[in-house]
Structure formats: structure tokens, C-alpha cells
């Protein structure tokens, strides 16, 4: 079946643009998850969602950020007056319930100029 | 604050014998210790899971082993290949905030022919 999806996979913006990142997850899965990979760091969690709640979003870096799901089923990402330090690959992931192995995606190349 | 950390960024070996990496971590309590591979421009991919009341799982040519006194896992690949050449992830998932999982930076295996 289909694995989760990430679009763009790449995205290359200015400084102050606002940029939106989309993840479809795999059907059926009520969690989803959004973490950010920077270059030589480990994957940062940024915020979970549990159905269309996001009952953790302490991991988002700032008031800048921010994420909604709808239906249940695909979130986007947001990220305003976007900076420099915003540059890393975001990934998204999904699992059948909280606890559940977390299935990833390709993720989204952001490239902050 | 939280730290895990992976015993090398790199780790390079000769086809056929046994890699062994390391994942260390302090100021936890983790329900659950996971281990993923990520290739270049792919989201992770899971592994294998062990709980704090297992001491080793194991996986086909895969095993992992969870000491929580000394605060660390040993992610074993026996009989490695070529294509065992990857990044590996360590993660912890704490009883306290489930589902979000705190990672560690990776350690790179090249396994040569």
C-alpha cells in the first residue's frame, strides 16, 4: 500500500516568505508527527497530532510555526516569516495509534535563502 | 536537559563480520528504546523496538540489547553486507510524553566489500 507523502520534497524560499509543508499519512493511521532533521543534528520532534488534536506541540521552535490536520488525515505545516535557521528537512510520520511503530516519509527539503 | 548520543558519527567495516553501535542517553526514563535506518534522502525506517523489562531482541541478522543501569543499547549487525551501509538512528520514547520520540544524531556504517 501507500507510504506516507511529503510535498514538495523540495522547497527554496526567502527570507520573511511563508512556507506551507504538506503530509499525507498513510490510511487509517490517527496519529501523525512532524519532526525537523538539520544538518549534522538528530531529528527534533516538533508536534504530534492524535486524530485532528495536537495534544503535544512543545517541541515547535516558535510562534512562527505552527500545524493543523484535518479530516483526520492530511496536516500542513507553516512556517512564517521563515529564517535562516528554519533550512532542514522536514519529515513527517505516521502510526496506527500513539505507541505504534512511526512509518516515515521522504520529507521536505527547506531551503531558507 | 535530555541527551542521547550515538558512540561515532562513522563507523567502517569489513563485509561479513559483526557492527556493533552504540546509543547512551542520560536524564531518562525511557518506556521504549528503538532503533532506525535512514539512507541518504529517505525518512527513517524502523526497525526494531525493545521495552525497559527486555534485556535483547533480536531480528534476523539484527539484535539490540538494553542495559538500563548503565543507560545504554548495543545494536548489533551480524554477517553485515554492502548493503547494510546506512545511518542508524537510536530513539527513545519516555512513558511520560508517548509517541514523541527523542533521537539521537546517527552513527554512519560503511560496510566494504
Known amino acids: 500500500g501507500a507510504g506516507v507523502s511529503q510535498s514538495p520534497s523540495n522547497k527554496v524560499t526567502e527570507k520573511g516568505k511563508d512556507v506551507e509543508l504538506r503530509c499525507d499519512p498513510i490510511?487509517?493511521?490517527?496519529?501523525l508527527y512532524w519532526y525537523r532533521q538539520s544538518l549534522g543534528q538528530g531529528l527534533e520532534f516538533l508536534i504530534y497530532f492524535q486524530g485532528n488534536s495536537a495534544p503535544d506541540k512543545s517541541g515547535l521552535p516558535s510562534d512562527r510555526f505552527s500545524a493543523e490536520r484535518t479530516g483526520g488525515s492530511v496536516s500542513t505545516l507553516t512556517i512564517q516569516r521563515t529564517q535562516q535557521e528554519d533550512s532542514a528537512v522536514y519529515l513527517c510520520?505516521?502510526?496506527?495509534?500513539?505507541?505504534?511503530?512511526?512509518?516515515f516519509g521522504p520529507g521536505t527539503r527547506l531551503t531558507v535563502l | 536537559s535530555q541527551k542521547i548520543e550515538q558512540n561515532s558519527e562513522a563507523l567502517n567495516i569489513q563485509e561479513g563480520k559483526t557492527a556493533t553501535l552504540t546509543c547512551n542517553y542520560t536524564n531518562y526514563s525511557p518506556a521504549y528504546l528503538q532503533w532506525y535506518r535512514q539512507d541518504p534522502g529517505r525518512g527513517p525506517v524502523f526497525l526494531l523496538l525493545i521495552r525497559e523489562n527486555e534485556k535483547e531482541k533480536r531480528k534476523e541478522r539484527l539484535k539490540v540489547t538494553f542495559d538500563t543501569t548503565l543507560k545504554q543499547s548495543l545494536f548489533h549487525i551480524t554477517a553485515s553486507q554492502p548493503a547494510d551501509s546506512a545511518t542508524y538512528l537510536c530513539?527513545?520514547?519516555?512513558?511520560?510524553?508517548?509517541?514523541?520520540?527523542?533521537f539521537g544524531r546517527g552513527t554512519q556504517l560503511t560496510v566494504w566489500p
Open positions: 490510511s487509517g493511521h490517527t496519529a
Open positions: 530513539a527513545l520514547e519516555r512513558g511520560s510524553t508517548l509517541g514523541r520520540l527523542y
Open positions: 510520520a505516521s502510526s496506527l495509534k500513539i505507541t505504534d511503530t512511526q512509518y
